[in-house]
Every structure is written in C-alpha cells, then in structure tokens.
C-alpha cells in the first residue's frame, strides 16, 4: 500500500457542517456590520480558518471585530448543531473499515471540531487524532496543518493521503505534498464543485463515500511511492 495516514478534513467531509457554519457566520458577520449571505459566505470563506477570516474581515473594514467575536460565532454554530448536524453518510462504516492510521486536519476550533464529531456520532472514532489550524501558524491554504497532523502521527507526507472539500485545502495538501482526494458530497457542494477540487489539485474527486476505500487501493496501487 502506498499510503501510511489517510488525513480527514472535518467539515463538508466528516459532519455535513459547511451550510450551517456559514449560516451562523453570515448571521453574526451581518449583525455587526459586514452584511453577507450564507452562500457569500461559502464562496469567500470555504476552507479558510476562522482566525484568517477575521483578519481578512477586519481588513476590509478597516476596523476590529468585538473581542468576543469568535465566541459570539461559536455560540451561533453549536446551537444550530444541536438540531441540524449530521454526519455525513455512510462515514462512521467508511471509517471502520479502514485498516490504516487516521486523523483530522480541520480548520476549526478544537472546540468546534469535538462538538461537531460529539453530535455526528464520530468523535470515539478519531480521537484522539484530531488536529486545528489554532495548533498551527498559518491556516489553509498554507500547508502547515497537514505537514503538523503527519509529525504528530510519525508519517511522511508523501504517504499521506487527504480528504478534502475545499480549494483552499486541496491547494495546502498539495503544498504538503500529499496525495488529495476532493470530495463533493456535503450539501454545500453546488453544481461544479469537483471541477474546481480538480483545478486545486485534486488526484480524484467523488461524491459518495462509499467509494474511498476502492480510490484510497486503486490511487495506491497505481503509484507506489519507494
């Protein structure tokens, strides 16, 4: 086998997140001052961590967001959680059967992330590999957080394989050297999404999870890395 870690993005991969964090996001944006849309939202920030688009926010504004900003949007996104999220099927089965390392590479908070797995029913899976831009300097699309989860786990990059949702993370995969697999299967994903995941980097993009473990052995097999 070719690949040692395979290497989650959490959001649009694992929990079927992405529509409502931009709408808890959209929603606490607007109310102080910066007016945008859910799919604006989508379009400009996918993939970004949270700390970067602040700071991308800011700058357009030409002022500082409230200190409690994250928390404000934090809040927001739990409590859509509570009665929205689910996790993306069948990724829990996926997950079980596959007979390699593992671990998460988000862009979200480690709050966020445990949460968002806690209430898909996926946390007891990954933890306790489970890793956030917050660990790392610079958020996607830099390829920091991944080049951290394969130290962290003792794999080289070039053997890791990542899943991923957004161009921004396709794109720091890639500079990681890694292998990418775009997935585009979340709700969020519109219309020519895979295409813009290929664009990015993508080895190969797929809509349904079932088919990752046939992908992770047909891309390893082609390719064998010395």
Do not use: W
């Not at 870690?5 to 997140?17: A, H, K, N, P, R």
């Not at 991308?56 to 404000?72: H, M, N, S, T, Y």
């Not at 069948?90 to 059967?97: D, L, Q």
């Not at 991944?146 to 003792?154: P, R, S």
């Amino acid at each position: 086998m070719r690949f040692d870690l395979i290497i989650f993005d959490c959001d649009g991969v694992l929990v079927d997140s992405e529509v409502i964090s931009s709408r808890a996001h959209a929603e606490t944006l607007t109310r102080h001052g910066y007016p945008i849309t859910p799919d604006g939202v989508l379009k400009r920030f996918l993939g970004v961590s949270d700390r970067e688009a602040r700071q991308i926010v800011e700058a357009e504004i030409g002022r500082k967001l409230p200190d409690d900003f994250e928390a404000q949007v934090k809040h927001a996104t739990l409590s859509f959680y509570a009665d929205d999220l689910n996790a993306i099927d069948p990724v829990g089965e996926v997950i079980s059967g596959l007979d390699m390392p593992k671990c998460v590479a988000s862009s979200g908070t480690p709050e966020k992330i445990r949460h968002g797995l806690t209430c898909a029913g996926l946390y007891d899976q990954l933890a306790p590999h489970i890793f956030s831009a917050m660990q790392v300097k610079r958020g996607k699309p830099a390829p920091d957080i991944f080049l951290f989860a394969a130290a962290q786990m003792g794999a080289d990059p070039a053997r890791c394989i990542v899943i991923e949702d957004s161009m921004h993370g396709v794109t720091g995969a890639r500079a990681a050297g890694m292998t990418v697999l775009g997935f585009h299967g979340g709700s969020h994903c519109a219309p020519g999404h895979e295409e813009v995941l290929r664009k990015a980097g993508a080895a190969v993009t797929f809509a349904d999870m079932r088919q990752l473990p046939d992908l992770i052995a047909r891309i390893g097999a082609a390719a064998p890395v010395a």
